[in-house]
T-cell receptor, first 116, second 111 residues
Framework: GAGVSQSPSNKVTEKGKDVELRCDPI?????LYWYRQSLGQGLEFLIY????????KSGLPSDRFSAERTGGSVSTLTIQRTQQEDSAVYLC??????????????FGPGTRLLVL | KQEVTQIPAALSVPEGENLVLNCSFT??????LQWFRQDPGKGLTSLLL?????REQTSGRLNASLDKSSGRSTLYIAASQPGDSATYLC??????????FGAGTTVTVRA
């Protein structure tokens, strides 16, 4: 597609349920990032995929969060046993992943998650 | 840990006035700095990316400067328009390609 797409655009769930958020990066982009924007706070890095390398999971806030990327393209962020503090906008971005300076990250529209 | 600060948090100006948005960061070991725009209910749009070896970048009415040694960047928007109303985010890119974001400056341009 022309840009990064994310689904669903909005998700309301009950505390304790699991949720899956999907990201389709720009075709040909090998680097994929997940970020979270909580109400009133800045964006925080969650996880980074680069090609077939092991992902950088250093930003995941707890072991309830996991992500995978299948076939080097689509990525799914899974939150298990959701808590109210997980409510946020989850943003996905992709870049060419060539490892060169000046590489812009392109963001999707985000998934707004509300945990009741 | 990299800390990114944006001042002011909010700005309201009449149409036609120039805008000056400030960003500071604590660790000068960065690869790039990127300015984004975020409209309500939408994702981020990249405006300008400045490589660490550059001093400034320009695109239309936008100009961004970077002083890496002092940990500062400034985004200038000339002749503001109501359509410029949005939240502007500054992000620094570390050598491991992670972005650290500021909290943003929310701009309102009054017609």
């Amino acid at each position: 597609g022309a840009g990064v797409s994310q689904s669903p655009s909005n998700k309301v769930t009950e505390k304790g349920k699991d949720v899956e958020l999907r990201c389709d990066p720009i075709s040909g982009h090998t680097a994929l990032y997940w970020y979270r924007q909580s109400l009133g706070q800045g964006l925080e890095f969650l996880i980074y995929f680069q090609g077939n390398s092991a992902p950088d999971k250093s930003g995941l806030p707890s072991d309830r969060f996991s992500a995978e990327r299948t076939g080097g393209s689509v990525s799914t962020l899974t939150i298990q046993r959701t808590q109210q503090e997980d409510s946020a906008v989850y943003l996905c971005a992709s870049s060419l992943g060539l490892g060169r300076l000046g590489e812009t990250q392109y963001f999707g529209p985000g998934t707004r998650l509300l945990v009741l | 840990k990299q800390e990114v600060t944006q001042i002011p948090a909010a700005l309201s100006v009449p149409e036609g006035e120039n805008l000056v948005l400030n960003c500071s960061f604590t660790d000068s070991a960065i690869y790039n700095l990127q300015w984004f725009r975020q409209d309500p209910g939408k994702g981020l749009t990249s405006l300008l990316l400045i490589q660490s070896s550059q001093r400034e970048q320009t695109s239309g009415r936008l100009n961004a400067s970077l002083d890496k040694s002092s940990g500062r960047s400034t985004l200038y928007i000339a002749a503001s328009q109501p359509g410029d109303s949005a939240t502007y985010l500054c992000a620094v890119i570390a050598p491991d390609y992670k972005l650290s974001f500021g909290a943003g400056t929310t701009v309102t341009v009054r017609a």
